[in-house]
């Protein structure tokens, strides 16, 4: 079978397949055809330095136009691609680094000096090649290597399953851990999901957010194999966001609800300066995006663009939330993805066949992770008759929809009673004068745990703890609004906008470890 790229270049040839288009006026930009040539060269540069098929090949870098090759290129030589946050503090990214058993590291020359301070912590790393840039002390220089090498297509005898991705999962909670997906999948389960999201091959896509995530990276696959157009935003700016749809008339993308909320907080007058009109694919996904941002972002754009999906690192795209629901079931994320099947435990280990109880989701897919690497202990923790599980709690209505309540690890339980801060949080987010909200429980003698909740207020509201507690009494039952609140400039997150929700309990619990999760 062809690869999918060489396929796409001899079909697309000098369409563009990329476009690094960078505020300060440099644009790069590179064809099907160059795409495929400069990932040939490369899949050879990893061959030459010893990589076999099943190796790990780990690449750090912001959003550019090598790092996408690089991820062919390890297809291309049935090696692992293993993306690196280049956010990472020095210890993160050794551990990262030392645990996917990477072989060769490719990466931006911004990090060079990241990886000669931390090659120590990897011994099984055999180099380091650099890019776009000079290379450090006892580092390769990509350039230098390619230079002459063959760009016809790359023939390694492997089995499909030695290639992929292995893609660490966020670490709110713990350490990251490795989840393994081969390339080998259900390209028909694929297929059913962009028909159901309209993406055409003439669509152009931008990339909103980095793609060492699964987001950002899965969904730009999806674009690549559409031929598309996709236009690389190298870090995620707000007006220079605005002025690539309205350059480039871009009409598919993938948003975390950070980013979409830094846009709709943009002035009026900064909104109006590009055109928006463009945008007819907009899929909402890496966290919640509680029902006031939706309504925000379809003030703003167009009415019939807002899709959303839920799903994970692990598990992959699990339901859909198409547009014409979007006003009319706040707070679900649509009903169960094409070949995907959804099964909710309840806490006695029964299957909730009942709408509107709460369960522990569980998933079946050929869609899902293979693994955690070094850690199938945990797979199988989370594995229950075939099914598997990140440890969302969930619960669907009369209509099939599904709804998140939280995390399980998130789950407050009050003088026994449990309370879902993605409740509460969603209930907060809809005072106006509220930006976001992180929810979570904080030590009581009385109850065991109590509601507290953190939050962002709009600049110069004067918002003050009683007056949203006193909204909050107008939405949430009495156990459930917030007996504390704290306001901060900002909140926490991961690269991907998941709130670290460890960090913000960690001062509450110090003296109660078993909590921190």
Partial sequence: MPDMLTALAEQLGDKP???????DGDSLRWSYAELEANANRLARVFLTQGVRPGDKVLWCGKNALWPVACGHAARKAAAVSVPLNYRLTDEEAAYVTHNSDAKIAFI????????????????????????????????????????????GPVQVEADLATAGTMIYT???????????????????QLAKMLEIFGWRPDDTYLTTGPLY?????????????????SILQRTFDAEDWLRLVDKYRVTATFSAPTPIRRICQLPDAVLGRYKRDSLRLLVANAAPWSYALKLEYLERFPERSLFEVYGSTELGVNTIMTPEFQRGKPGSCGRPAPGVEIRLYAENGGVVDQPHQPGELFVRSAGMFRSYHKAHDKFLEDRRDGWQTVGDIAYFDEDGFYYICDRKKDMIISGGVNIYPAEVEHALENHPDVLEAA?????????????????????????????????????????????????????PKTGSGKILKREL????WKDQSAHLG
Wanted: hydrophobic letters at 45%.
């Fill in 170 to 188: 966020s670490g709110t909670t713990g350490k990251p851990k490795g989840a393994v997906r081969t390339s080998a999948g259900d390209p028909t």
């Fill in 505 to 508: 309990r960690a001062p509450f």
């Fill in 108 to 151: 931006d020359a911004e990090y060079a000096a990241l990886f000669r301070r931390i090659r120590g912590e990897a011994p099984q790393l055999a180099h380091v090649i650099v890019f776009d840039g000079a290379a450090d002390e006892g580092q390769l220089n990509a350039a230098e290597l390619m230079a002459g090498v063959e760009d």
């Fill in 439 to 491: 929810v979570f429980g904080i030590p009581s003698e009385e109850w065991g745990e109590s509601v507290h909740a953190v939050l962002v207020a709009r600049p110069a509201s004067g918002l003050e703890a009683a007056a949203v507690q006193n909204f909050a009494r107008e939405h949430l039952a009495g156990y459930k609004i917030p007996r504390t609140l704290a306001f901060v400039d900002e909140i």
């Fill in 213 to 229: 995530h699964s987001g950002p990276g899965g969904f730009l696959s999806f674009a690549q194999l559409m031929g598309n157009t």
């Fill in 17 to 23: 397949a990329l476009i690094d288009d960078r505020p």
